[in-house]
């Protein structure tokens, strides 16, 4: 991989953590805040939902931060490697979090009473919204396995020819 694309990609790896630092600090409790003034029975939700965002955020921080190092591995022509396999399954991993988190918020909704300050809608959204997270989560997963299998065939690969060669 060429090093100006894999300097690209660390920046925007960085600019993508920040945000999300941003985002947990100071985003995410002023608009659950915001939203407790404007319409007070909303409150005993808040709490658990800005925990439940902060630790999505967190998910694709850890995400991040394992891609970060295997753009150091591809860059040092190491990538074929088992300790590449612990940085693929950590992406697996907060993937998986993420996906189970999104399940539990796509339940709660579901079945819990949440007041509406309308017609409902804003309920019926939220469900929306948070079951094609949890779908769209559930196959960057998979996706991410596919590949992990992939690396796992061209690993074993590599280590056949470098004992032949």
Same mark, same amino acid.
């Given at each position: 991989m060429h090093s100006i694309f894999i300097a690209m990609l660390r920046v925007g790896i960085a600019a993508a953590m920040l945000l999300g630092l941003f985002g947990q600090i100071v985003v995410i409790p002023t608009t659950a805040?915001?939203?407790?003034?404007? $319409?007070p029975p909303y409150e005993p939700f808040a709490a658990p939902y =800005?925990? =439940? !965002? /902060? +630790? #999505?955020? #967190?998910? &694709?921080?850890?995400?991040?931060?394992?891609?970060?190092?295997?753009?150091?591995?591809?860059?040092?022509?190491? /990538? $074929?490697?088992?300790?590449? $396999?612990?940085? &693929?399954?950590?992406? /697996?991993?907060?993937?998986? =979090?993420?996906?189970?988190?999104? +399940? @539990?918020?796509? !339940?709660?909704?579901?079945?819990?009473? /949440?007041?509406?300050? @309308?017609?409902?809608m804003d309920v019926i959204s939220a469900l929306g919204a948070a079951t094609v997270a949890t779908a769209v989560g559930a196959a960057f997963m998979m996706l991410v396995v596919v590949m992990r299998g992939l690396l796992l065939k061209a690993t074993n690969l590599q280590s056949e020819s470098a004992k032949v060669a």
């Open positions: 805040t915001d939203e407790v003034d404007r $319409f =800005v925990t =439940v !965002a /902060i +630790a #999505l955020v #967190l998910c &694709v921080q850890v995400a991040l931060g394992a891609v970060w190092m295997l753009l150091t591995m591809v860059e040092r022509d190491a /990538i $074929f490697t088992w300790r590449a $396999f612990r940085l &693929v399954d950590t992406v /697996i991993g907060a993937a998986l =979090v993420a996906t189970l988190l999104m +399940a @539990g918020v796509s !339940a709660h909704v579901a079945l819990a009473d /949440i007041p509406s300050p @309308g017609d409902g």
